[in-house]
């Protein structure tokens, strides 16, 4: 049955368990796959073409597994690739941008702030998603690049952390906003340092708890829901270093010893010929 099947959770890399963990959370009768591509992190400094294209080759991984869900925890790829991955596949395809600018929207009181990759503070996605909802917001977008990697390497309360917060942030604190969207499923990591950058009095949007309720709103809606079961997780990576571990032991320690090694490119190889047509729309 359609309902027993996992739900597929893609991000670029390790940072998507901070999504993963908020899933679990809210459904705990759900099984999951989760694939990060920690072999070609970061998406974040990537062109928008190559975003989709690996957004679309790990979308077909997951649907060679059999899901009936697909969340893409990666604000990169849901701010470029989403309606490419909405096109192609044939189950509902949930994004984090747009649960976390909805939230936004309802907490804000004048000025928002954006921090995420390159990548998606250039795309503007949030600040249309925010300017349509609310046309009177001002809305201040800042790039955080050496947010990843900081988090990658497990340093979330390091003191060059706090010292790079400091730097990227001290422009949106004087500009006095209020809330602030992370926009990037490794920013939960650094909240403490980016709390202090920001303030006490300053809301943080995390894209995760918004995505997972969206998530059960939506199976609720298509009768999708799995029983009340404890599922299984599944955690798939494209590389396996040592800090990779490391890692998702700090976000997930439950399921973290449960890592895989996966290559997409042979997968892609070996499973052309039956996965476009059997799990893709068109």
Same mark, same amino acid.
């Given at each position: %049955?359609?309902?027993?099947?996992?739900?597929?959770?893609?991000? @670029?890399?390790?940072?998507?368990?901070?999504?993963?963990?908020? $899933?679990?959370?809210?459904?705990?009768?759900?099984?999951?796959?989760?694939?990060?591509?920690?072999?070609?992190?970061?998406?974040?400094?990537? @062109?928008?073409?190559?975003?989709?294209?690996?957004?679309?080759?790990?979308?077909?991984?997951? %649907?060679?597994?059999?899901?009936?869900?697909?969340?893409?925890?990666?604000?990169?790829?849901?701010?470029?690739?989403?309606?490419?991955?909405? &096109?192609?596949?044939?189950?509902?395809?949930?994004?984090?941008?747009?649960?976390?600018? &909805?939230? +936004? +929207?309802?907490?804000?009181?004048?000025?928002?702030?954006?921090?995420?990759?390159?990548?998606?503070?250039? =795309?503007?996605?949030?600040?249309?998603?925010? =300017?349509? $909802?609310?046309?009177?917001?001002?809305?201040?977008?800042?790039?955080?690049?050496?947010?990843?990697?900081?988090?990658?390497?497990?340093?979330?309360?390091?003191?060059?952390?706090?010292?790079?917060?400091?730097?990227?942030?001290?422009?949106?604190?004087? +500009?006095?906003?209020?809330?602030?969207?992370?926009?990037?499923?490794?920013?939960?990591?650094l909240a403490r340092p980016i709390a202090q950058a920001?303030?006490?009095?300053?809301?943080?949007?995390?894209?995760?708890?918004?995505?997972?309720?969206? +998530?059960?709103?939506? $199976?609720?809606?298509?009768?999708?829901?799995?029983?009340?079961? &404890?599922?299984?997780?599944?955690?798939?990576?494209?590389?396996?270093?040592?800090?990779?571990?490391r890692l998702a032991a700090a976000i997930i320690p439950?399921?973290?010893?449960?890592?895989?090694?996966?290559?997409?490119t042979e997968t892609h190889k070996a499973r052309r @010929?039956?996965?476009?047509?059997? =799990?893709?729309?068109?």
């Amino acid at each position: %049955m359609t309902q027993k099947l996992p739900i597929g959770v893609f991000d @670029s890399g390790i940072g998507g368990l901070t999504v993963l963990s908020e $899933l679990i959370s809210q459904l705990p009768g759900e099984s999951f796959i989760y694939l990060g591509d920690t072999a070609r992190l970061p998406y974040g400094t990537k @062109s928008p073409e190559t975003v989709t294209r690996y957004a679309l080759g790990a979308a077909q991984f997951l %649907m060679s597994r059999g899901i009936k869900l697909l969340v893409v925890a990666c604000n990169t790829a849901s701010a470029t690739a989403l309606p490419a991955l909405r &096109q192609a596949l044939a189950i509902p395809v949930l994004g984090v941008v747009e649960p976390a600018a &909805q939230a +936004a +929207a309802r907490l804000a009181r004048q000025v928002v702030g954006i921090i995420g990759t390159e990548s998606t503070v250039a =795309s503007g996605v949030y600040q249309k998603l925010l =300017s349509a $909802l609310r046309p009177e917001l001002k809305l201040l977008a800042r790039a955080c690049p050496l947010f990843v990697p900081l988090a990658e390497e497990g340093w979330f309360n390091h003191p060059i952390t706090h010292q790079v917060a400091e730097v990227y942030l001290h422009p949106l604190r004087e +500009a006095g906003v209020d809330t602030v969207v992370l926009g990037c499923t490794h920013y939960p990591l650094l909240a403490r340092p980016i709390a202090q950058a920001l303030g006490p009095e300053v809301a943080l949007i995390n894209a995760g708890r918004e995505v997972a309720r969206q +998530a059960g709103e939506l $199976l609720l809606r298509e009768g999708l829901l799995a029983g009340q079961r &404890q599922g299984e997780v599944t955690l798939l990576v494209t590389d396996a270093a040592p800090r990779v571990r490391r890692l998702a032991a700090a976000i997930i320690p439950a399921v973290a010893d449960r890592l895989e090694l996966v290559d997409l490119t042979e997968t892609h190889k070996a499973r052309r @010929s039956h996965v476009g047509s059997a =799990s893709l729309a068109g």
